[in-house]
């Protein structure tokens, strides 16, 4: 039963001596709030989705920002940068992350300044003789760093609370922890929904997120 109808087009063929049948003059109440019906319907499902869509994209661009800081450290080390003081040497420059709970939101570009291929904290960041600390990056999208291992050529891996990752001076190839028989190391970020990437850093200089 039609309870309700939109008449203008009706009204204009009259108007210009057109017949029209009255089974196309328009939609009903019914017909209309089964359309509403189904829009609702369809938005309702989209902004369900939206916020674990955010934390994806939100942890995919993460990784890839860490793993662009990495490629920094290896870019340093192979033009040989110094500071911009003028003082001391550099012998690399690595990349220094760290799971713990005050510490996993944020990781540190470092100058190995005395060649121990370790990061060597001092006080405070930048270019002052009392850090190794070159630049901290902040993770500000809620993700952190949830797990580090360094692993073998047999993907055999071990955990560590902390990872060093070093590229000597004028060198692409890595060493990690200052450890022997490490092949790559594996960054674990996760995302506050539980959500997983990794990023694996190798001593031959690739660097890849999966």
């Not at 359309?35 to 902004?47: D, E, Q």
């Not at 996760?190 to 850093?201: D, H, L």
Request: aromatic share 10%.
């Amino acid at each position: 039963m039609k309870f309700f109808r939109f008449d203008f087009l009706d009204l204009a063929c009259r108007q210009t001596g057109l017949i029209l049948s009255r089974k196309a003059n328009g939609f009903s109440l019914i017909e209309l709030m089964v359309a509403v019906g189904i829009l609702i319907l369809i938005n309702t499902m989209i902004f369900a989705k939206y916020p674990e869509f955010s934390q994806k994209m939100a942890l995919k661009r993460t990784s890839e920002e860490i793993a662009l800081t990495a490629r920094q450290a290896q870019a340093y080390a192979l033009g040989i940068k110094r500071s911009a003081s003028g003082g001391g040497d550099y012998f690399g420059f690595g990349i220094h992350f760290d799971k713990s709970p005050a510490k996993s939101k944020s990781l540190v570009l470092f100058a190995d300044s005395n060649s121990n291929k370790i990061y060597n904290a001092g006080v405070g960041c930048g270019n002052t003789g009392a850090t190794e600390c070159f630049q901290e990056f902040k993770i500000n999208t809620g993700d952190y760093i949830s797990d580090l291992k360094k692993c073998d050529s047999k993907d055999i891996c071990s955990s560590d609370s902390a990872l060093d990752v070093v590229y000597p001076r004028a060198s692409s190839i890595a060493t990690i922890n200052n450890s022997s028989g490490v092949s790559y190391a594996r960054v674990t970020i996760k995302s506050p929904g539980g959500k997983e990437k990794y990023i694996k850093i190798w001593i031959s200089g690739q660097i890849s997120v999966n």
